[in-house]
């Protein structure tokens, strides 16, 4: 979306559309689902789990961190990647918020 066109939204529209894309796809689902699994990984956890190469894996974090969904600290030559709770409560407020004003729908 260009910029004139997002500066159209609010800020929490536009903020909601960038973690959905991080999430929109499935190899990102899968690291999500994996980090919840563990208490913290590094990269090379996640290529032994997952069936794509280092470079693609590596993408796809950086996706996630960009959009601040996952957390990542350096452990002497490793980064050890977790899930950014912070993040994933917006996304579940959003979705609360959407659910409470369903209830009070009927179609």
Same mark, same amino acid.
């Given at each position: 979306?260009?910029?004139?066109?997002? @500066?159209?939204?609010?800020?929490?529209?536009? @903020?909601?559309?960038?973690?959905?894309?991080?999430?929109?796809?499935?190899?990102?689902?899968?690291?999500? #689902?994996?980090?919840?699994?563990? @208490?913290?990984?590094?990269?090379? #956890?996640?290529?032994?789990?997952?069936?794509?190469?280092?470079?693609?894996?590596?993408?796809?974090?950086?996706?996630?961190?960009?959009?601040?969904?996952?957390?990542?600290?350096? @452990?002497?030559?490793?980064?050890?990647?977790?899930?950014?709770?912070?993040?994933?409560?917006?996304?579940?407020?959003?979705?609360?918020?959407?659910?409470?004003?369903?209830?009070?729908?009927?179609?």
């Amino acid at each position: 979306m260009g910029a004139s066109k997002s @500066e159209s939204f609010s800020e929490e529209h536009n @903020e909601m559309a960038s973690l959905f894309k991080a999430l929109s796809h499935p190899a990102r689902i899968a690291i999500v #689902d994996y980090l919840l699994s563990v @208490e913290t990984c590094i990269c090379g #956890d996640i290529v032994n789990k997952l069936p794509l190469a280092q470079p693609t894996i590596s993408q796809h974090l950086a996706a996630l961190k960009n959009a601040n969904i996952i957390k990542g600290t350096i @452990e002497g030559t490793a980064i050890c990647y977790c899930i950014n709770p912070n993040t994933i409560n917006k996304i579940e407020n959003h979705f609360g918020m959407i659910r409470h004003k369903l209830m009070n729908k009927c179609c």
